[in-house]
């Protein structure tokens, strides 16, 4: 049991990686990986948001949609459900930390809409998982994309000191490392217990 319990959060956070073989929530990852430190508060917003969203949806497909026959809705209700969590995230970080509010600027609300967080609440609803396991789920899938944007911004660093040839500059560099990211992560496909 413990054994499937640490799979779901390294799965999620290295083998199956959201941003890096999903391919979810890509407008956050590639919009604020400019700067380290936008990166890593957008991180922790994603990594509260993700898993208390898990934890929240579980419980309501679980014990409400399920049960009355209206799991249709789930979608819907999952939407509110982020949404909710999102208004709750910036509201703490416009009051105690207005700096990083105004770096993570557009893309704070964006978590509302971001595939990413929906995908692993719908995921979690079609894998069957239970309570813990969908909040280990969200909680992997949340560090894989934090370990995600994190790493892009310290290459985008990088790359703004080096002499790129103009071709490349801007996006098609950030695309490129993005696109060697994601092929360095397919090395984890092979990690087994």
Avoid: H, W
């Amino acid at each position: 049991m413990m054994k499937n319990l640490v799979l779901l959060i390294v799965g999620g956070a290295l083998i199956n990686n959201v941003v890096l073989n999903q391919f979810l929530g890509i407008c956050s990852f590639l919009g604020v990986s400019r700067e380290m430190k936008a990166s890593a508060s957008l991180g922790g917003a994603v990594i509260f948001v993700m898993t208390v969203a898990s934890a929240v949806t579980s419980l309501l497909y679980n014990f409400v949609l399920a049960p009355l026959g209206i799991d249709y809705m789930k979608t819907i209700v999952f939407i509110l459900i982020i949404a909710a969590l999102v208004q709750i995230v910036e509201m703490f970080l416009k009051k105690k930390s207005p700096a990083v509010y105004q770096a993570l600027g557009i893309f704070l609300p964006l978590i509302t809409t971001n595939c990413a967080v929906l995908g692993v609440a719908l995921t979690n609803v079609q894998n069957e998982y239970g309570f813990l396991e969908s909040v280990l789920s969200g909680f992997g899938t949340a560090l894989g994309f934090t370990l995600a944007i994190v790493l892009l911004a310290s290459i985008r660093e990088r790359i703004n000191e080096k002499d790129i040839p103009a071709p490349l500059r801007g996006a098609p560099i950030v695309l490129i490392a993005a696109a060697l990211m994601s092929i360095a992560f397919m090395g984890f496909s092979g990690l087994s217990f």
